[in-house]
């Protein structure tokens, strides 16, 4: 899909849609006024606003990050331009499947992240990837796996007071 053409219109289609996906999370998982929040995949920053945190968000679609407001970068997922243990959660929703390498992008979500801190994925069930991302991540990680009507939810950890096993 290309999202520089479909980015003016991105909010119109699916931000109702993508809000429903963020209360979910919201309901699962306690986000501190403190935490660091970055949100990778992040599209026009529709999570970055979202939640009473802290957020970067990070696309590789300039036009997509131009619709949006305040802290979106130009980047992509398999190299992110941060320093070690920057994060207190990783976010992406309903982007896993557009990353060119899931693995690598993952293994850097691993890196960015702080100790005790939590990621949340949301998988596209329609995705032809889907069957296969959703088992790579459950070999890395006990992850908790939510299923919603377009949308499986992974969060890690399950409880608050778990540390990263990386």
């Given amino acids: 899909m290309n999202y520089n053409i479909l980015a003016q219109g991105y909010n119109e289609l699916y931000k109702e ?56 970068i130009l980047g992509r997922a398999e190299a992110l331009p941060f320093k070690d243990h920057s994060f207190d959660i990783i976010l992406s929703v309903t982007a896993l499947h557009n990353f060119s390498n899931y693995k690598k992008a993952f293994h850097e979500m691993k890196r960015v992240l702080k100790k005790k801190g939590k990621i949340i994925l949301t998988l596209l069930k329609q995705s032809k990837n889907c069957d296969k991302i959703k088992k790579f991540l459950l070999d890395q990680i006990p992850f908790t796996l939510y299923s919603l009507e377009k949308d499986l939810v992974l969060i890690y950890p399950s409880h608050e007071d778990e540390d990263t096993p990386f």
Avoid at 19 to 45: H, N, P, R, V, Y
Avoid at 50 to 65: A, K, L
């Fill in 17 to 72: 849609e993508q809000i429903e996906k963020l209360a979910f999370i919201q309901q699962k998982i306690q986000i501190k006024k403190s935490d660091l929040l970055l949100d990778i995949g992040c599209g026009t920053g529709i999570s970055t606003t979202y939640f009473q945190c802290e957020s970067i968000g990070i696309d590789p679609s300039f036009e997509m990050i131009q619709q949006g407001k305040e802290n979106l």
